[in-house]
């Protein structure tokens, strides 16, 4: 059916990495004692973004295959 | 704690997409085909994904979580019992007549293989249930946003019922799907740190092993009854549920399992969406790859809160009281997630609760817009139209759908009992129904008065079975025992399976009877719909480890060590 879900999945995925990645790296690290004092937000955020990335990729590598 | 910008902002995220996609989709949705079965497109894993996102509603994730706090590890019956093989079962054995007769929902598989009767039957009972489901599930999450957002009943009830309505109504099942496949990540990506954070809080699972035991011998129970599965199932007096392994195993395992995951259609439409015979027989399959790992992600959170909750003066947290006196555990994860997250990924997980809220109201939706369209008004109320007419009943059924859930949402929220008693009464209609759906598809001779006199004395002998017993401790009227008490259950939960297992064997019973003294179908008339009588599916082209078989025994494998790491 015409879309590739991983398109969306992948760009709503990279969009929340990127939002709690930037927002763990610039917030006050007094925030995490309550997550055992771990960046749960940065490090989250991270894991995230690449799974985005990851979804993009494989729905873009689809999309070119097909047009080829 | 109340959410802060940054929070909003992932919320807000995930709506624009969840829209995004609906608005998409909609210029795709051409003929009825598109709107009810995606147009038989869909990948074998997004089909898969959706199956399991679709069963993955509110009461799912807050009821798995309650439950785990409530009885421990022993919840995971429920999974590694109660769904899985029955999936294994569907996939394997049961899709080839799904998919292979072209029905295009359950209770049209009814009509094809038995008759009109049994079709009506069973398509007026399964709308009137899903439209009631969606409401209960609505008005949970009416309670629950109340809390932890601090938005009002009607806010939560009518701006998820809009965000629902919406993207069904432009992008149809397809939407639906799509969306399920969205929540089915949110909702994996949400709770394992929420799980990991527990865990590492408690000493792992060790330490947490090492505090339930506190919890058991508190109640009476051994050391272990709280995380464990098996060990302690060997009677029903030495384990929380209050049940012993052949209850588990029958009925949980075997009647309520097989009837809910190889009938119900809110499941099987996802598959019945595949693109090929292949992927639909996939898709339980690759669901139940997820579905067995759930256990950790909505079971866990629960016995971490119970853990921290009793043993007091250490880290963790308490769960908050019920006006009884006794733990709330239906907060166990919100409750969770405002101890462990911070503003971020606070945001995150209430994102996955809502999602999850979501996906349970959208099954319900399209499978009842589809059943509705379908077997009742295009084979009771209006014949013969072009597909074009029924394309829009379709869209007018979502709306009609949408509203009587927010009606039942709020006559849940005004009278408790009614819901109660309506529960009550779906699980009479569907106990009996996977022997309805075994004896058509395995028996050739059954026929449809037989399937239709064993459908009603089943559900007849579930309510007799209700009226008869009653878990101890309990007053006789809705937990039952409403004619007379001549038995009474360790448990309301042993009561349940019992019951099931009653419907089941008298349907059984009934429907061979009443199908040895009637008139039989000829045979030809039956090709593709039982097994007997249907030419075997040719796998020689698929690659040996795609092939459904093989991915179910590999399935039931897994399942298998899971129970013994846990026993």
Redesign the interface.
Known sequence: MGLDIRIPLGMMFTILGCLLAGFGFFSDPAIYQRSLGIDVNLWWGLVLLVFGALMLWLGWRAAAGRTH | MHPRE?DW??MG??FV?VL??GY??R??MKTST?YFL??R??PAW?AGLAFLSANLGAQEVIGMAASGAKYGMATSHFYWVGAIPAMVFLGVFMMPFYYGSQARSVPEYLKLRFDEKTRGLNAISFATMTVFSSGISMYAMGLLLNLLLGWDFDTSVWLSAAVVLAYILLGGL?SAI?NE??QF?LIV?GFA?LVF?GL??LGGWQGLSARLTHVATAQGFAPQAWSSTWSQMGDATSNPMGVEWFGVVMGLGFVLSFGYWCTDFLVVQRAMAAHSMSAARRTPLIAAVPKMLFPFLVIVPGMIAIASSVHTGATGFVLPHKADGTLNYDLSIPMMLS???????LG?GITALLASFMSGMAGNITAFNTVWTYDIYQAYIHRGASDHHYLNMGRVATVFGITLSVAAAYVANHFNNIMDMLQLLFAFVNAPLFATFLLGMFWKRATGHGAFAGLLSGTAAAALHHALTLPTGSLAGIKGGWLTLLHGYPSEMAQNFWTAIWAFSVCFVVTIAVSLITRPRPEKDLVGLVYSLTPRLREADQAWYARPAVLGAGVLAATLILNLLFW
Do not use: A, N
């Open positions: 940054i902002v992932i995220v995930y997409f995004g996609i998409t989709l210029r795709y598109d995606s147009g497109s869909i997004v397809t799509y496949v969205l990540f990506f740190p954070l590492k809080d101890h462990y997250f911070p503003h971020g990924m995150l």
